[in-house]
Every structure is written in C-alpha cells, then in structure tokens.
C-alpha cells in the first residue's frame, strides 16, 4: 500500500511560492500543465478569487521536500 506523499509546498519545484508545484508533486500531475490551467481558471474568474486562494494556501501549507 502506497502511503500519500504530504500536502506542503515544493521547495524545488517553484514559481512564486510553491504551492502549485506542492500539490502537482501531491498528486502524481505535471506542474507546468496545473500552473498553465490555475492561470486560465484564474483569469476566467476575474483573477481576484485565485489570487486570494493562492495566498490562502500559501499560509496553511507547510514548508515541504
């Protein structure tokens, strides 16, 4: 049985803060790809609401790799 691999930020895989690349290394996804839709779902929402959730995660999740 595969154990989850932890829910926290990507010290190596980054952008800004690692958030995107915590969660793409979270669930087996390519990070590029997931930053590329975050982007668009972003925009297509008028930006504001992702830009709140993106620092939300960036202050819960922890620290990882």
Known sequence: MNTPRPFARSRHDRMIAGVIGGIARRYG???????????????????????????ILWLLMPDGD
Not at 29 to 42: K, P
Request: proline residues 4%; without cysteine; charged residues 5%.
């Open 29 to 55: 996804w390519n990070s590029t790809l997931l930053r590329v839709i975050y982007v668009i779902v972003s925009i297509a929402s008028a930006a504001f609401p992702g830009i709140i959730v993106y620092l």
